[in-house]
């Protein structure tokens, strides 16, 4: 397990550098920069915006400017956000928290509820209520998350029972330990429900067709015949045997969940990385882009190093091979 880890970590540097010199090009390929704003500022002399480019470093050739941010980076530097003035990696470590509390929370959410409903309307294939899950999954898994989640907006608009947005409440600091935690999670619970519903509609079909295919094999036939109960047959032969594509799906998710809490963040005005990274976009603030583009990669290369740990773990095939 140790070598494959290894030889993982090996062939994801050159992916990751290759993902962040991409990005690099493509962010310097975009029209003007973040001096571009100020030179429309009358107050501003030419000779000013000139000296803040040098500073900046942005009046290097762009190579040159990557290779001068990668070796910063091996420093476990990220450099300074134009915009704000501040250590990349002070900013980013202010929202992350926020963000990866909201990621876990609905990958949380959406993975029970797919694997329960899955398994559930495997079981009951042609019932009543397996048809009745199948024809809701059709409804939410084409309805995209942001209006989910302006529909959350309007509905919490209307009563008072949810906070219109924010990651906890005004008086949040003069709160004990068990407040804090519950008034983080009650402020969770409109970004967590706009996230989930989609993708446990799509995943829970994945895992019920997954479940069907393997139901009735003959491994599973011989597992009956010896008299073990039906609810022993799925957990211990099916569920075991059916997880395998889902443990893969799982390590993408690290990556992936990002990209979809961005747009709730910014939707429901959370103070988290996708709001942080709105801004840096519209100002063109290139190291705090390339900060949030490396953070993604790293994260990518770790959840697929995840899955293929757990996979060796569940499957006796990947560890022999």
Not at 73 to 92: C, E, K, M, W
Not at 149 to 175: K, Q, V
């Amino acid at each position: 397990m140790l070598k494959i880890i290894i030889r993982r970590l090996i062939v994801s540097i050159p992916l990751v550098l290759g993902i962040t010199l991409i990005s690099f090009l493509i962010i310097q390929a975009a029209p003007g920069d973040y001096l571009s704003a100020l030179k429309m500022n009358p107050q501003i002399s030419p000779e000013t915006v000139e000296r803040l480019r040098k500073s900046f470093g942005l009046d290097q050739p762009v190579l040159l400017q990557y290779f001068h941010w990668l070796w910063r980076v091996l420093h476990l530097d990220l450099g300074i956000s134009f915009a704000y003035r501040a250590p990349v990696a002070d900013l980013i470590a202010s929202r992350a928290f926020n963000t990866f509390l909201l990621s876990l929370a609905s990958i949380c959410v959406t993975w029970s509820l797919a694997f329960i409903i899955g398994i559930f309307t495997a079981w009951r294939k042609n019932k009543p209520e397996d048809k009745i899950l199948m024809g809701a999954s059709y409804l939410f898994m084409y309805t995209p998350g942001f209006l989910i989640a302006f529909l959350l907006l309007f509905a919490a608009s209307r009563s008072a029972y949810f906070p219109l947005g924010g990651t906890y409440s005004p008086e949040y600091f003069f709160m004990s330990v068990p407040q804090k935690i519950i008034d983080r999670l009650y402020h969770l619970v409109l970004p967590v429900i706009a996230m989930s519903v989609p993708s446990a509609s799509y995943l829970f079909r994945l895992v019920r067709s997954n479940f069907l295919e393997f139901i009735n094999e003959t491994f599973v036939t011989a597992a009956r015949a010896k008299g073990l109960s039906e609810r022993r047959v799925i957990l211990l032969h099916v569920m075991r045997n059916a997880l395998n594509p889902f443990i893969t799906l799982l390590g993408f998710e690290f990556a992936t969940v990002l990209s979809g809490a961005a747009l709730i963040e910014i939707i429901l005005n959370l103070q988290g990385l996708g709001t942080l990274l709105l801004k840096a976009v519209l100002a063109q603030d290139l190291y705090l882009i390339m900060g949030s583009v490396l953070m993604g990669s790293v994260l990518l290369v770790i959840g697929n190093m995840f899955a293929d740990a757990a996979l060796a773990v569940v499957d006796p095939r990947v560890r022999v091979e």
